[in-house]
């Protein structure tokens, strides 16, 4: 099956937004074994006549998004519908969707918003309860040689949840008809490299042909995605289960903070934070669930020796003797932090992101990790990752909330 | 003159990494007054040939990124010049360099980088500072119908040094030709709406053909461009700087972050946060600027009510009166964190990030920010910019750093 992405949008070209869609669409078509074969982008307006021109005869899918708004330069579905000989019919069911819309808000909606209730004929809508902008779906027709045509919103907040919930399900259908009774299920793995992970389970399910394994690696975390026939699936799973019990996040795509947040709260405990090099991204990254505050007490961003001393209580002499970057002072870190806050749980990081500050013995991309909680153990481990500073701190916030997972579940920390 | 952009690679179809070129492109081209009139993702491999199959005809310049490697799947050098019918010659002095490079580096180079070091007749070499891959530079060839051919590597951290350099300085030639004597000048300003910016600049300048005006706005920041004739642009960014003096940050593409990190650096000054809605997030960028060590001594992210009074020391019977989001409540933020970090300006946050726990008083959206400085006054006001969780806590770090730079350089703070 053969799926291409149509992005409209002035905006996108003019490098006032950066394009998720794209990235989007290979992440959750990857969990169907699927993938994007070419993205194309093209300003708002008539360019995008040329672009469905040139893909008709090659694809089985086209998604589609923007250019589904009120304004002038919104002329994605007045195209499609001429393109495919379609009239457009004002939908009184869908206009008044798209007026409850404006309604709840308390805004007035105006003549122009009606262009958003014309639906061709034969096409589904696809409603949308971020957006006033409904999507459509046009099923292939082979006589006229048109695709699957799937016009979605631009904006993320509206185009995300349609896709999951409206868009996804059917091409999991179109794919089911090529491989009967085909199930997926994905794991998020932590702490393992990508090609150590292929390492051990390629020879394990080569034999199989009734199982397809895919791995996507980001910022340490490995997708492993199974897709085949139901019982094969559920038995390549259970092996997965077994060799990374300790090192699976989640068999879902909740991100490691909202799974941190919800265990937390589900435990009635808190967590703080005392960061160094990462200068408050683990606290920023925490706090970007909704809800976090019932896990999050506090952070401290000690980035200068006098304030590791004067907020945690580092003896200043641990920094002379061994440096900022040393174990024994993340240690004083982790735990000064957990007596200052009062959380269940303190996670410290101190570490060298460049480019500058290096030596031969604690090069650029050392970092200490270390973690305290109340009644239990102070850990801290050593770990290098060079980068450029920015993805520096990124891995290593990846790498301090996993940490806390480990420690939440009980797992060793090593 | 049509400008599109190529990008090659499996692995940004597959969404392991977020396609930043176009954005890159479209940024740095409006600088020049140019645009990306289509952007085209396609897999490694042989794709790539249909994409400069379709573009050749209406384009003046592509912009190709990635395939340059060294592995087989690495084949743009060999497609172009078999498109064009020019023979790959291995010259010497690339080869040098593309060893010099593993050799700093204590790697030895094998036999399957030489390709890197071929290069078609007629190409000119554009080098590498940053890795193995050089570019390529294939001006147009009108015998040919075969456009400016600009064949760049794919990781940004090689391919953004070589735009700049040895690109964007050809394209503005390019433009020259058209546009006698062209010269641009950008502004960043912040804290004014584009339509305002838009409603004051445009009636002035509308007179004078000679200069363009144009207009880019992300999170709270609005790029304005001025291109034309050497004294319209003078005399135009002479009125502008009358205009925004107090709002221009830059006249240049520094972040605010670089700008703040540089001017508390030479003053041998230094600052601390107090963050609550934001959760660190004004110390992860400060913080991402190399240097910042001189000038962010420390961040506390104060999220429960509790810390607020245990680690700045805010009056509880305050918080209790006109709750955690209120004038009061961060003027005392912003005054604690002064006093126990020993900083010389602190910046305070409080606001609701929402979904939840926003009221009719005070909505998801509201939020207080606060900057209090040694021998200053300390002040605080009231904003309001309901959106999601995310775009909120970037779109308040923003302005947290702004009220620092109008405070570091003796500006009105409303």
Sequence with gaps: MRIEVINTGTELLLGKVVNTHACYFGQELFKLGLRVQRQVTVPDGEDIRDALVDAFPRTDVILITGGLGPTSDDVTREIVAAMLGLDLQLREDVLEEVNAFFKVRGLTPNQSNDRQAMVPDGAEVLSNPYGTAPGLYLPAVDDRGSPHLFLLPGPPRELKPMFKDLVFPKLAGFRGGNNEAGVWHNFKIYGVGESV???????????????????????????????????????????VREIYRQDI??????????ILV???SGRDETVATAESCTGGEIASSITN????????????????????????????????????????????????CLRVSGADHAVAVSGIAGPDGGSEEKPVGTVYLGIASRGGETFVKRCFSPSDRISFKRRITRLALDLLRRRLRGFPLN
Excluded at 206 to 234: M, N, P, T
Excluded at 249 to 258: D, F, G, L, T, V
Excluded at 304 to 324: C, Y
């Design 197 to 239: 992970i292929a390492g051990q389970l390629d020879p394990l399910f080569k034999a199989d042909e009734s199982l397809e394994i895919g791995y996507c690696a980001r910022l340490g975390e490995v997708d492993v995605r199974l897709i085949g026939q139901a019982d094969a699936v559920e038995n390549a799973a259970e092996r």
């Design 262 to 264: 919800d265990m937390l």
């Design 249 to 258: 996040i989640a068999e879902s795509e909740e991100p490691i903070e909202k």
């Design 289 to 336: 669930v909704s809800g976090s505050s019932r896990a999050l007490l506090s952070g401290f961003v000690t980035y200068s020796n006098e304030s590791k001393t004067a907020i945690l209580g580092v003896d200043p002499e641990l920094i002379r003797k061994h440096g900022a970057v040393s174990r024994p002072v993340v240690e004083e870190m982790a735990e000064g």
